[in-house]
């Protein structure tokens, strides 16, 4: 029976496959700006057990081109950071945008709604031999949402037969630290 259940369990990741999804047609960069704290995701090898996740993005010199700083605790405590870039390759797609890290490969990240204000769902998928590889984020303007306002975005994913219960709301409480800690100065 467990050799059964293996066998059932491989086949249905071989033979996932990533969903045809719709990004934001009227997607607006500009709009989008701003802190952007981590709500939930699917976990994934390089958030793994971070908590008191928040992105910024800004505004940079080369048009069509974001900044990108994602800031986080890991499981030990500690503080990390990491700057990087995205921008939409494909004009007629503006909520299609690649992720670029330095020393990382690029990465998709797909808006499919956000209201600019108070949430956003992002998405990305990525199919490998038959294997899809997912990625999902629910992310706020604020550290907390209303249950209203979580399944409106969730509602974006669900739309698409996304597996919602792959989502885990991470922590964000008054200990969080968003913003790089200061090294104390020697005398």
């Known amino acids: 029976m467990y050799r059964v259940a293996c066998f059932i369990a491989t086949f249905a990741l071989v033979s996932a496959s990533c969903p045809n ?19 939930s995701r699917i976990e994934n090898w390089f958030q793994r057990d971070m908590y008191c996740v928040r992105a910024r993005y800004g505004a940079t010199d080369e048009p069509g081109v974001v900044s990108v700083y994602n800031v986080a605790t890991q499981p030990d405590g500690e503080f990390t950071s990491i700057t990087g870039s995205a921008s939409a390759p494909n004009a007629s797609a503006p909520g299609s945008l690649v992720v670029e890290f330095p ?7 797909w808006v499919l709604d956000t209201d600019y204000t108070s949430w956003s769902a992002v998405y990305s998928c990525d199919n490998f031999g038959g294997l899809a590889v997912e990625f999902g984020w629910v992310l706020a303007r604020e550290n907390a949402v209303t249950e209203d306002v979580y399944n409106r975005a969730m509602s974006n994913f669900a739309k698409y037969g996304i597996d919602t219960s792959l989502f885990q709301k991470f922590y964000h409480g008054d200990d969080c630290v968003y913003d790089e800690p200061e090294t104390p100065q020697r005398s």
């Open 21 to 39: 999804i719709a990004t934001k047609p009227d997607f607006d960069y500009t709009q989008y700006a701003g802190d952007w704290f981590e709500i």
């Open 103 to 109: 020393g990382q490969p690029d990465g998709s990240y």
